[in-house]
């Protein structure tokens, strides 16, 4: 395989935008796991969906834009679609959690609509779905390193303030930090994560990668650094891992990376049973 | 407390309503520097809305609230400002921060956004923790200790960024009843040696009348605003007036 990622360039573009989400989705996954938002990140990836949908659909219509890249657009609709979920939070002050199946059915039915016009699609959505090793292009690869970029620098520029509003939102609102400002970063990030590892991991289980490694690190992280630490390094291990599974027995790469993700949560667990026998 | 001269907070006429009735009638406060001010009152007197308005979580619907001399509307100076709130009851105590990286949180708004923390403020951290006690507790995580210490390391993140004024709402809520006097203590300490004004929000009025320096009883109206004395010579009629129902005053001499 070593040999092939060396051969071939879409096995390079797979391999390195592997490693830029392996970190990433953990990385925001974190933040999202502790302020207790984990059903977030499936909500928009159904948002993203929708808009990858919608973004097939002008490709199939109008032959001037089948250069049209649907990571763009997926974005695009992610994005849009963490501000809805914003709005409706804060017109359902006292059922915020309202928001998240607003959005999720919103966008799934967005997305069965879009593939009813276009009469269905071909394996385009299935990779998009469930992740493709063959489907990331150069081009994909910049756009999602220039995501890592920014947003691992936000993360760091912001990281007190995250974590104040994470441990004690009531105590960050009485400190008069910009709470609101931050927060609303913070929901753009999340977005453009999960439209950044949606080609790699799928859309339907873009979420297990934010979640998974870091509930197995929960179990025994002391402190918040070192939480992040581990689920990064449990994100690293599930993808390079689920990749190199999915290219030697030809699966889809979502499957194996969630499947890792989850034997290191079950060893996470037992490990901390174990210890505190 | 009639004629306070530069008082820390000053309240003027503070009248609140959620839906029509009112849940604050006309509050006029003045809380001199250095005071211990319990304010005491029963459920419903409008003692959380009192402190919501004083840190500026809700809007002030009428009347007008000084601190450090400067209009609520306009002051910036959050770091003068300590808040303990009553975290035994709502905390996460599976999250994963240590006891240093909660205290380290409280200097958020004075390192300021987009810079890091320095030497200097990791020492001013293990300083706060020093001063209530809980250094070797510094690498725990915050969900192993008990309900009492986490209050101190709390009252320890208001202290890291050296406040004026510390603003407390029902903080024994959840710590056992072994410990409540030795926090009261610490409280006290805070106080006269520190110097810091201390504004605390309870039920637990036995408890504290014999630390506090004034006393403050609502009941949507301030139906009483002195030194503690005055307060503990109140007798039951007068005390059953403020409550809306029978009191008898217990005075805790541990």
Request: charged share 20%; aromatic share 10%.
């Amino acid at each position: 395989m070593i040999s092939g990622i060396l051969q071939f360039e879409f096995l390079q573009n797979a391999f390195l935008t592997g490693i830029i989400i392996g970190a990433l989705a953990p990385l925001v996954g974190v933040f999202v796991v502790v302020r207790r938002m984990s059903m977030i990140s499936d909500a928009l990836s159904h948002v993203a969906l929708a808009g990858i949908a919608f973004s097939l659909l002008l490709q199939k219509s109008f032959l001037s834009l089948a250069g049209l890249n649907p990571l763009y657009i997926g974005m695009a609709f992610s994005v849009g679609g963490s501000l809805f979920i914003e709005k409706l939070r804060g017109v359902y002050k006292h059922y915020q959690e309202l928001a998240i199946p607003i959005i999720m059915s919103g966008g799934m039915g967005l997305s069965v609509i879009f593939i009813s016009i276009a009469d269905g699609f071909n394996t385009d959505l299935y990779g998009y779905l469930f992740g493709s090793v063959s489907a990331v292009s150069r081009s994909d690869l910049y756009v999602i390193l220039a995501v890592g970029i920014v947003v691992s620098l936000m993360l760091t520029l912001l990281y007190k303030e995250l974590f104040l509003l994470s441990f004690d939102e009531e105590h960050a609102k009485a400190s008069g930090i910009p709470y609101k400002a931050i927060h609303f970063i913070f929901i753009v990030m999340v977005a453009l994560v999960i439209a950044a590892s949606m080609k790699i991991i799928g859309i339907l289980l873009v979420s297990s990668l934010m979640t998974l490694p870091v509930a197995a690190s929960l179990r025994f992280a002391k402190g918040f650094k070192q939480m992040i630490v581990y689920s990064v390094l449990f994100g690293e291990i599930s993808v390079v891992g689920g990749l190199f599974l999915s290219y030697n027995l030809n699966l889809a790469p979502g499957g194996t990376i969630v499947i890792i993700a989850v034997l290191i949560l079950i060893l996470s667990i037992l490990f901390d049973k174990w210890k505190n026998r | 407390m009639d004629n306070v001269v530069n008082p820390i907070v000053k309240l003027e006429d503070i009248s609140y309503k959620y839906t029509k009735d009112l849940v604050l009638e006309h509050v006029s406060l003045e809380i001199p520097k250095g005071a211990f001010l319990a304010i005491v009152g029963p459920n419903g007197s409008g003692k959380s809305t009192l402190l919501k308005l004083l840190l500026g979580l809700f809007k002030l619907q009428k009347g007008k609230i000084e601190i450090f001399g400067e209009d609520i509307r306009r002051f910036k100076d959050w770091q003068k400002v300590g808040f303990v709130s009553q975290k035994a009851n709502s905390f996460n105590s599976g999250f994963p921060a240590t006891v240093f990286e909660v205290v380290q949180s409280g200097l958020t708004k004075k390192i300021g956004l987009f810079k890091f923390a320095s030497k200097e403020d990791k020492q001013k951290v293990k300083k706060a923790l020093e001063s209530v006690d809980m250094l070797d507790y510094q690498s725990r995580n915050i969900g192993e200790l008990s309900g009492g210490q986490q209050q101190r390391v709390f009252i320890a993140r208001s202290l890291v960024s050296e406040p004026e004024l510390m603003i407390l709402d029902e903080p024994t809520v959840g710590v056992d009843s072994k410990n409540v006097h030795q926090f009261y203590e610490m409280l006290e300490m805070l106080n006269e040696k520190l110097g810091i004004t201390l504004i605390l929000v309870t039920h637990d009025v036995g408890t504290v009348t014999d630390k506090v320096t004034h006393v403050a009883c609502l009941n949507k109206k301030l139906h009483f605003h002195g030194d503690a004395c005055e307060y503990n010579d109140l007798d039951e009629g007068e005390l059953s007036s403020i409550y809306g129902h029978g009191v008898q005053l217990l005075n805790h001499n541990h």
